[in-house]
């Protein structure tokens, strides 16, 4: 199982990334505002398939090859936050990494059927699950 960020116990709609701080030149963190939150049930905008949000990329954080597989005229930028998806479509369950800009509140209602989703949350209610208690370190 991957591991989860550090800013997933806080269960909110934040992450961090580094930039220079003013007064010494240090890394500081600035705060980088994401739509989704762990938990939330999401729909990728272009193809349609659902998913439930297991971690969260504050910006690209996969390898190069993985994006320029992309057809350039569909390639997202990579300074905006990147979802890790529990994502199911008509043909099965799988894991889904997708940027901000193609994803969409699911209004559905309905859960994800998908294996991993009993390891890593609990209970799913008004478009949301919960994440088991042993991860909100």
Same mark, same amino acid.
């Given at each position: 199982? /991957? =591991?989860?960020?550090?800013?997933?116990?806080?269960?909110? &709609?934040?992450?961090?990334?580094?930039?220079?701080?003013?007064?010494?030149?240090?890394? =500081? /963190?600035?705060?980088? $505002?994401?739509?989704?939150?762990?938990?939330?049930?999401? @729909?990728?905008?272009?193809? %349609? *398939?659902?998913?439930?949000? *297991?971690?969260?990329?504050?910006?690209?954080? +996969?390898?190069?090859?993985?994006?320029?597989?992309?057809?350039?005229? #569909? &390639?997202?930028? @990579?300074?905006?936050? *990147?979802?890790?998806?529990? =994502? !199911? +479509?008509?043909? %099965?369950?799988?894991?889904?990494?997708?940027? $901000? $800009?193609?994803?969409?509140?699911?209004?559905?209602? !309905? /859960?994800?059927?998908? /294996? #991993?989703?009993?390891?890593?949350?609990?209970?799913?209610?008004?478009?949301?699950?919960?994440?088991?208690?042993?991860?909100?370190?």
């Amino acid at each position: 199982m /991957p =591991a989860l960020s550090p800013y997933i116990g806080d269960m909110n &709609r934040f992450s961090i990334s580094g930039s220079p701080s003013q007064s010494n030149g240090t890394t =500081a /963190p600035s705060v980088v $505002q994401t739509r989704f939150g762990i938990g939330d049930v999401v @729909k990728h905008r272009l193809f %349609g *398939f659902r998913g439930v949000v *297991f971690d969260i990329d504050p910006q690209f954080a +996969n390898t190069d090859e993985w994006y320029e597989a992309i057809p350039e005229h #569909a &390639r997202p930028a @990579k300074d905006q936050p *990147f979802y890790h998806l529990l =994502a !199911e +479509n008509a043909e %099965g369950s799988y894991i889904a990494y997708v940027s $901000q $800009q193609n994803l969409v509140t699911d209004e559905s209602d !309905e /859960p994800i059927d998908h /294996p #991993a989703i009993g390891g890593l949350f609990g209970a799913y209610q008004d478009g949301k699950y919960t994440l088991r208690p042993r991860y909100l370190q």
